[in-house]
């Protein structure tokens, strides 16, 4: 089995080489806000890609016979089998997924009657999701949330997934793994989002020379 990954609007400056492009987030509560304001059905893709830190090609590519009840080191545990989009081969990672979004997919499987073969991203019109038409309601949800519309792009989760997962105190080699990147410079552009973790860290080393 494969590894297991167990996981302020703000602008990320990329490095110069990206032309300095700014990557956008959400804050922690920003994030929840429009999660639980969303409709059932965005709530599930939403949170699908807040969860796994995933591409939006990923979260639509998923179907229900991928998410896996497994027992790890004596835990039960329910974890998400994705395929990274952006490996020309199969590069599959397995990521744990929290139980509240567990019963949010079963809730949904049950409501449409979906099978195991079924695409768990689904549109208010019970059809299969798309990355259009979640951008278009993205924005309407934003509006009317009053948050700025520059934000209601699909990988806003994903960034606001990597910086919260880095001020909790995940590695940046943890975090490379969790968001499927080939080349940890990828990753590193996330960093300059910590200066305040990594100041308090400093000061309790400190300590010991008191």
Not at 106 to 113: C, I, K, R, S, T
């Amino acid at each position: 089995m494969n590894d297991i990954i167990i996981p302020d609007q703000n602008d990320i400056i990329l490095p110069d080489e990206e032309k300095e492009e700014k990557v956008k987030y959400l804050t922690e509560s920003d994030v929840k806000r429009v999660i639980e304001n969303a409709k059932p059905c965005y709530k599930v893709v939403f949170s699908l890609l807040y969860e796994l830190g995933a591409r939006i090609n990923e979260v639509l590519n998923l179907k229900y016979s991928d998410i896996k009840k497994i027992n790890y080191k004596g835990k039960n545990l329910v974890i998400a089998r994705l395929n990274n989009s952006k490996q020309k081969m199969k590069d599959y990672k397995e990521i744990v997924i929290s139980p509240q979004l567990y019963a949010l997919l079963l809730e949904q499987q049950v409501q449409l009657g979906l099978t195991g073969k079924d695409y768990i991203a689904r549109n208010s019109k019970k059809g299969r999701a798309s990355e259009n038409h979640t951008n278009r309601y993205m924005k309407q949800l934003f509006e009317a949330l009053g948050i700025d519309k520059k934000y209601a792009h699909t990988h806003v989760f994903r960034h606001s997934r990597a910086v919260h997962l880095l001020n909790a105190g995940l590695s940046l080699v943890e975090l490379k793994k969790v968001l499927g990147h080939k080349n940890i410079n990828n990753t590193l552009i996330y960093t300059n989002l910590s200066f305040s973790d990594i100041n308090s860290k400093i000061i309790k080393l400190n300590s010991i020379l008191e």
